[in-house]
């Protein structure tokens, strides 16, 4: 957690002054039992003194309200100080996010992104507004409260030692039993928050085969689970304020009995208003030993979220090149033995093609055999784990994040619409000409479901939800013809689409982008038999690589996958 206070920047002074304002009202609040005393003592003692009444009322009073306002004051900059640092955390989170590389996240999950940018963000925000607050309030109390009752009753100074030692002791005992438990609940937590993304992403698989009782019992376990952690965490933290209201109460108890008798027996300076005093300064301690209690769980609960935030601030941000520049007579892609693994055995590996501008790419393969990994290294997505890989004559990890934006253009197998409408999904890249927009949307056959809507205007919901499958493509594939780039990737971009559609579709795309080098990956052989060249892929192997008409004859597996269509 204290790494994250380098996110303060802008609200460092409202965080050092709210915690000086709370030990003012603090201060001021230690003074209050020696007035009372001293208004019983003076003004009520013996024949009363209305005068002194009146007197220490409105100083009372006075003290009060000043107490009050640096109260406010305190409550005002502690939230003004939380609201910003969480702020901050979430701006500097979500920029770290974005520069994390595409495997980073995938292992990660964005449930579990998400959840560190919300919830625990805000634990971390709330357990920060609240130690501000009082992380010196409580123990200035405690200990001003406890110095207080020595000096007005020197006598008895161990009646308000031991109390407070005892409590002290409770309140470690019962903390030391709560962390764990509430730490623990924290995690159950985390699994109900899994369970429930699960189910709401997979709501129409679940509905498919007729799941719901499985999917409640699973969702209703786990917050049984949730439930019993959380109410035994609660149950040892709720033994505090009796324990510590029994120990106090029991030394108010012999407070009244040695003081009481003092006071009757008039054998020293005892007077009824010390003895008041020294019972309100015994309430202090009891609430400042809770409050330190409260404070502690919602710390704790403060540091599990931030050491989850820092986690993630921890793992390393995709390395930027410095900046290269392209060479116009070099191939645009070139692959020289590349290779990528995710840690084990090759995804994909073996390499070796060069492709200049109009030309066009096919690549096949088994499930699994590599096709996406090798889109992700040619977008550096992925970075080549072995060999190079090479465009427009640079090796792809010299260049910038907008170098490569500028040389290549991606329509992925499943592609993600954002809320808003059409045109501004089509815009992503900088595009506002509706012509182009059309056009773009024309070639990719768009055009027509969109124009029985309201064409650039219509509604796109999260995710695109309220397109089909084939619809989301083709709006994909119309985002990606628009950007100039002169790298084209067709990552199965047209799967959802039927045989005769996708030919169609395709047939227009690549005939937009001839003068593109254009790599299109498909599991359909009808799709890339045309290309240039065809890669085919299997088991993240290289094993045929040629014409089609060459492929036939020397490649069995791409021979059978024709011959099974």
């Not at 993630?312 to 007579?329: H, L, Q, Y």
């Not at 550096?380 to 784990?385: H, W």
């Not at 990890?397 to 253009?409: E, P």
């Not at 815009?427 to 056009?439: A, F, I, V, W």
Request: glycine letters at 10%.
């Amino acid at each position: 957690m204290v790494r994250l206070l380098r996110y303060l920047k802008g609200y460092r002074a409202a965080a050092v002054i709210a915690p000086l304002f709370k030990i003012i009202e603090a201060m001021i609040e230690l003074a209050i039992p020696l007035l009372v005393a001293d208004m019983i003592d003076r003004g009520l003692g013996g024949e009363g003194n209305i005068t002194v009444i009146v007197w220490t009322g409105v100083i009372l009073i006075a003290l009060g309200g000043i107490g009050l306002g640096f109260s406010l004051s305190c409550q005002y900059l502690a939230s003004k100080a939380a609201v910003g640092l969480g702020c901050n955390i979430r701006a500097a989170l979500y920029s770290h996010i974005q520069r994390l590389s595409p495997g980073d996240i995938d292992r990660l999950g964005t449930g579990t992104l998400v959840t560190r940018l919300s919830t625990d963000v805000s634990q971390a925000q709330q357990g920060f507004a609240m130690f501000i607050r009082l992380i010196l309030r409580a123990p200035v109390i405690a200990i001003g409260a406890v110095i207080m009752s020595v000096i007005v009753a020197p006598h008895i100074w161990y009646v308000p030692v031991v109390a407070t030692a005892l409590a002290m002791g409770t309140l470690i005992l019962v903390m030391l039993l709560s962390v764990p438990r509430y730490t623990k609940a924290e995690k159950m937590l985390d699994n109900v928050s899994q369970i429930t993304g699960e189910t709401i992403r997979g709501e129409r698989v679940i509905r498919a085969f007729a799941a719901e009782k499985s999917s409640e019992k699973k969702f209703n376990d786990a917050a049984a689970r949730h439930n019993t952690s959380s109410a035994k965490a609660s149950l040892v933290s709720c033994l505090l304020s009796p324990l510590g209201s029994v120990i106090i109460n029991l030394s108010v108890v012999f407070i009244l009995w040695l003081g009481g008798g003092t006071v009757i027996s008039s054998a020293n300076s005892f007077t009824q208003g010390d003895l008041i005093a020294l019972v309100n300064y015994m309430s202090q301690i009891l609430l400042a030993l809770i409050t330190i209690s409260t404070l502690l769980v919602i710390v704790s609960k403060a540091m599990a979220s931030g050491a989850r935030i820092n986690a993630i601030f921890d793992m390393p941000e995709m390395p930027k090149g410095s900046g290269a520049v392209p060479d116009p007579d070099a191939p645009l892609v070139e692959l020289r033995n590349a290779a990528f693994s995710f840690g084990g055995d090759n995804a994909v590996g073996g390499l070796n093609f060069t492709l200049r501008r109009g030309e066009v790419l096919g690549v096949i393969g088994t499930t699994g055999s590599g096709k996406s990994v090798l889109a992700g290294m040619l977008t550096r997505f992925y970075r080549a784990t072995e060999g190079e890989v090479l465009l427009a004559g640079r090796n792809i990890l010299d260049y910038t994040d907008g170098q490569i934006c500028s040389l290549v253009t991606y329509a992925p197998q499943k592609p993600l619409l954002f809320s808003g409408t059409v045109r501004s999904n089509l815009g992503l890249g900088g595009e506002s000409d509706d012509e182009r927009m059309n056009d773009a949307l024309a070639v990719a056959e768009a055009a027509g479901f969109l124009s029985e809507k309201q064409g650039l205007d219509t509604v796109v919901n999260q995710k695109g939800s309220n397109f089909s499958g084939g619809e989301k493509q083709r709006i994909s594939l119309a985002r990606a013809l628009l950007k100039d780039a002169p790298i084209l990737i067709l990552d199965d971009a047209a799967s959802a689409l039927d045989y005769v559609t996708e030919a169609r579709v395709m047939k227009k795309v690549l005939g937009r982008a001839t003068d593109k080098t254009v790599i299109n990956i498909s599991q359909r052989p009808g799709t890339v038999r045309h290309a240039d060249k065809i890669l085919v892929l299997d088991g993240g192997k290289v094993v045929g690589f040629g014409a089609h008409d060459e492929l036939m004859r020397t490649c069995s597996l791409y021979a059978r996958m024709v011959g099974s269509v």
